[in-house]
């Protein structure tokens, strides 16, 4: 089960696209486009066989990605999002979103939806209990449609390489110490930036790529440092500060990835959902063009009617 530290790193994250008003898509490399791509078409191919009107619900519905991949064929759909950060990003056009609401505790009547759907969501709560919460607001022979990460494809070994990068500059570097002894220095008349600091991002981008977290937080530090030389040391010392505090909550999101992507990989999540009553109707793995693994499995689950 997830802890809470997980939660609010999500939280942190999903509020701060909120105050960017940057979607995630938006950031992503053609990669991560070619991903989406993958997911927009098995939402489509999954929207056309729902009967018209049908009441859906999205849960762990973070940016409403999947809410809208299903709008785009099906305008008929009445969709709720829910997740558990209290902030998220505006809705798609035709989708409602509600935040502060855990899969495992779905605020609805028994049976109110025609289906529910999760885009790498539901691995990641307490499965017992939200494979029970999403039975339960299902109406007799809903479905509910995941896609869901698996352990040994692109997405996982991405971001455990960026995990790699963080610790470069946390760690072996140790960088951010650094950069706060600097500013202790200051009061004795050495305003220099340490040579490891001005060195770190080529170092990074030489290792890691130009692209990567070693060199973006290597060069957020050091610009930090060289914009800030006449500023408040204070001032300073909170940007520092938030710039761990991002990398920390990437590796809380990172942990919690590889955790949620083991519990999706293996035979548990299947024997939780059959407990609760649910049958397997479809089962197909996700490919992106930029890899030939797998990211996510795309599954149908039904209720008996």
């Not at 960017?20 to 993958?38: C, L, M, V, Y």
């Not at 762990?60 to 969709?79: C, F, P, V, W």
Request: glycine fraction near 8%.
């Amino acid at each position: 089960m997830p802890d809470n530290s997980v939660h609010e790193a999500w939280n942190v994250f999903w509020e701060r696209e909120t105050r960017s008003g940057k979607a995630a898509s938006g950031q992503t490399p053609e990669n991560w486009q070619s991903i989406d791509r993958a997911q927009a078409a098995a939402w489509q191919a999954f929207a056309k066989a729902l009967p018209k009107g049908a009441r859906v619900l999205d849960v762990a519905t973070g940016d409403g990605r999947a809410m809208a991949h299903l709008l785009q064929t099906r305008r008929d759909l009445k969709i709720m999002g829910v997740d558990r950060a209290v902030k998220l990003p505006k809705p798609p056009r035709g989708a409602k979103m509600r935040g502060g609401v855990a899969m495992e505790d779905l605020p609805f009547a028994a049976a109110q939806f025609t289906c529910v759907t999760s885009q790498f969501g539901f691995e990641y709560s307490d499965i017992e209990k939200s494979a029970e919460a999403i039975a339960r607001v299902l109406r007799p022979g809903g479905r509910f449609a995941m896609i869901s990460h698996r352990s040994d494809g692109p997405i996982v070994a991405h971001n455990r390489k960026r995990r790699a990068q963080i610790a470069w500059v946390l760690e072996e570097q140790d960088l951010l110490a650094l950069a706060r002894n600097s500013l202790r220095l200051r009061s004795a008349g050495i305003a220099a930036i340490p040579p490891a600091i001005i060195a770190a991002p080529e170092q990074g981008a030489a290792m890691f790529g130009s692209q990567s977290a070693a060199w973006e937080i290597a060069e957020a530090i050091r610009q930090t440092l060289h914009m800030g030389r006449r500023d408040d040391p204070a001032r300073v010392a909170a940007i520092l500060d938030d710039i761990g505090q991002q990398a920390e909550n990437e590796l809380g999101r990172i942990a919690s990835l590889e955790i949620a992507a083991t519990t999706a990989s293996g035979g548990s999540m299947l024997q939780v959902l059959e407990g609760v009553g649910f049958i397997l109707k479809e089962e197909a793995p996700l490919t992106a063009a930029f890899a030939p693994e797998p990211f996510a499995d795309f599954r149908v689950f039904q209720l008996p009617g």
